[in-house]
């Protein structure tokens, strides 16, 4: 039964028309994916470029960029203000300003 | 030597027609069986397979190497019929095989085995689905129920039970054709 079965289902030709069909199907998606290899086998350098920058990692190094900077920023603008206060304040409250004043003009 | 499945596929998978060929040519009779099984008309089946290795192309990425690459491609192949079945409405043939009637045979045996095999057909045509599909993956290639199973995505019970009750349907239809199909 099973060889009758076999030969029910079994077509009546070699196959090589059918894989002919299917090979002239697949031309296509053939050509993609070997173009695809071939691109890909020719620019390997920039394959960790292409893995890698990915949007995430590329806001990840801004953040940190910005993190970096930022805390620089009131540091820098705030000391000098700050600094000359306390300076005209010292000049101020000193028990002898015209002593001050006088090496201050010395200098 | 002989290339293995996997060593084809993936250089198929990088475009090789010649690898893709290779593995058309090796599992067309199989693809091809199974889509008839599933469909009936052999034109439409073809259609079916053709689409079977085109997906099975598509996908070839999916294929694990250390399995092996024939139940992989029988899965889509029974999906691809299956979806080709259930698109077209195909109308099932049970044409006669012109092979049988003439091979080296009186006419009187050849009209016999004609007879045969157009009851085979008709019986075969006759059972559901599911159970074409298991009795030709296990009687016609070979395979096992679990590997059945996993092909179907069925319990291996499942497969089992549509084997048994396909057999023994296609053997009562053969019986009193052919008293000795009693016996296997």
Redesign the interface.
Known sequence: ??E?????????DD??A??E???L???G?????????TAGADAPAWEWLERWARPWVVAALVALAGAALVPALPRGGGWAPAEAASASDALLTAPAPDLVLAVTDGN | MVESDGALAARAAAGDRDAFGALVARHQGSVRRVARAVIGDEHDADDAAQDAFLSALDRIETYDPSRPFGPWLIRIATNAAIDLLRRRAVRRTVALDERMSSRDRSPAAAAAAAELRERMAAAFGALPERQRIAVTLFDVEGYAHAEIAEILGVPEGTVRSDVFHGRRSLREALRMFDPTLEDE
């Open positions: 039964m099973n009758l079965l076999k030969r029910h289902l079994t077509p009546d196959g090589r059918f894989t069909a299917v090979l199907r697949a031309s998606a053939l050509y993609r994916r070997g173009a695809g290899a």
